[in-house]
């Protein structure tokens, strides 16, 4: 009998595979923080013999290289992967012994990067689980431009061949299991459902029920723009990441915070943004250790600035590290938790802004009032309406581009409020007067607010 357990990395939008049988397992595209896959095998009461990346990650840092090394497992990594450590190449075709009556098929599906590769389970020859990393996702691929723009029209071909391949070498009840697709941005769309198999995608996925040319062209023009850090992800995981550190950062008193700031380094406040609005050390921002924390704060953070972290309780600092060093953001330079009032000097105030629904704005506008409101949703969300008059600036772009705003009052929105949170710290950072919209995007057309569309159409 075989196992196939399931790691949730949700703050990333990815997932790891640990799978095996009755003494060994193996693991596919692991976190860099790997105590948990080893205590899930200690759960399993299996060996970790194996551990296989499908390709070298743009959105995370790998915990494959120490795995490996702490486990003594066989570290598999396709062979067209130039690295700087010792591993065992990967080609097509190639198998491995991951227990009795288990072998691990190495299939080549270059797409998502060239050197891309899936891995069939099999159990006395059949197939029973595809691991398929980012290639062949639930109900899209793998975005094919994030390794060189030139290259991006000949991976996305390659996209539908490989996607082709597997639906030809394996059966329709075959579970698909891919890393990327539940949030993560190394998607080319978001994975409807949770779980797929072979049949179901060669029934639903455009890249096996479109012609080449209709899905490559519609899989470019659907491409958005890529978290920033992914740039420095690659290399990192080239040269073989160091083993994570854990432990506690160093206390910061209100006197260091002040100075910290002082210094241009970033602040960052992880308590919700219904508290973070209601009273915040000024200057800070606000990322919620609640939200999609790794993937903005390492997508707006100038790379390598220092971050000092404030937080309700040490396990909130905690779980915020922990999500951190999966993007190559190892240590906080300092951290406080507890009551905001003890994180700023005395005689200081703290600082706050104002939070609306779509039906308080909606309520301004009836009034005559003009106020800038500006979306800081991606290009793709916009396209399918925004609200009239209103200003484009993609959050990843704001803390750039505040200068691009006329002065007064900005309220601001995005799809959900954890967004428009982050921006209107950002905004409050510089004094501006800000209004946080904090509404679910429906609820604009329910308060009467006129939408359009690029095309200018309602």
């Known amino acids: 009998m075989f196992f196939v357990d399931t790691l949730e990395f949700e703050g990333l939008g990815n997932r790891s595979y640990l799978a095996g049988g009755t003494r060994s397992a193996l693991v596919v595209d692991p976190p860099r923080d790997i105590e948990q896959v080893i205590a899930a095998a200690a759960r399993r009461g299996v060996r970790i013999a194996l551990v296989a990346e499908t390709h070298l990650h743009n959105d995370y ?70 691991f398929t990393g980012g290639s062949l996702l639930i109900g899209t691929v793998g975005r094919p431009d994030l390794v060189e723009p030139r290259l991006t029209e000949q991976l996305a071909r390659a996209q539908h061949a490989s996607a082709h391949r597997l639906a030809d070498e394996l059966d329709d009840q075959v579970p698909v299991l891919p890393t990327h697709g539940f949030g993560s941005f190394c998607s080319s769309a978001q ?30 023009a659907g491409l958005d723009d890529a978290p920033a850090y992914y740039a420095h992800m690659g290399p990192a995981n080239a040269a073989g990441p160091a083993p994570v550190d854990l ?71 905690a779980d915020a590290q922990r999500e951190l060093v999966r993007v190559g953001i190892d240590r906080p330079a ?23 629904r779509f039906e308080d704005l909606a309520a301004v506008r009836e009034r005559g009032e003009q106020v800038l409101v500006l979306d800081v949703r991606r290009d793709a969300e916009r396209a399918d309406g925004f609200i009239d008059r209103s200003v484009h600036i993609p959050i990843h772009e704001l803390a750039g581009r505040i200068g691009e705003l ?17 921006a209107a710290s950002l905004l409050d950072a510089v004094g501006r007067d800000v209004v946080a919209v904090d509404d679910g995007f429906d609820a604009a057309t329910a308060a009467g607010l006129t939408l359009t569309r690029p095309d200018g159409t309602d």
């Open 334 to 356: 300092a951290a406080a938790t507890g009551d905001p009032a003890a994180w700023i000097r005395e005689g200081d105030r703290l600082a706050s802004f104002r939070r609306a």
């Open 247 to 317: 432990t506690p950062p160093a206390p910061a008193d209100a006197e260091e915070i002040a100075c910290r700031l002082a210094a241009g380094e970033w602040v960052v406040d992880l308590r919700n943004r219904v508290a973070f609005a209601q009273g915040h050390v000024a200057g800070s921002f606000n990322f919620e250790g609640q939200g999609k924390l790794a993937t903005y704060l390492a997508w707006l953070l100038p790379w390598g600035k220092p971050v000092t972290v404030l937080a309700e309780t040490p396990e909130q600092v």
């Open 61 to 130: 840092v790998t915990g494959g290289l120490e795995l490996a090394r702490v486990t003594g497992a066989r570290y598999l990594l396709p062979a067209g992967a130039s690295v700087a450590f010792a591993r065992t190449p990967v080609a097509d075709g190639d198998t491995f012994t991951v227990d009795e009556h288990l072998v691990l098929r190495a299939i080549a599906t270059p797409g998502h990067t060239p050197h891309h590769t899936s891995y069939v389970l099999e159990e006395d020859g059949r197939g029973v689980a595809a």
């Open 406 to 422: 006329p002065d007064g009052v900005v309220w601001v929105h995005c799809a959900g409020g954890m967004r428009a949170a982050i």
């Open 191 to 220: 994975a409807e459902g949770d779980a797929t198999t072979i049949g179901q995608e060669r029934r639903t996925n455009d890249a096996l029920t479109k012609d080449v040319d209709t899905f490559v062209a519609e899989l470019l």
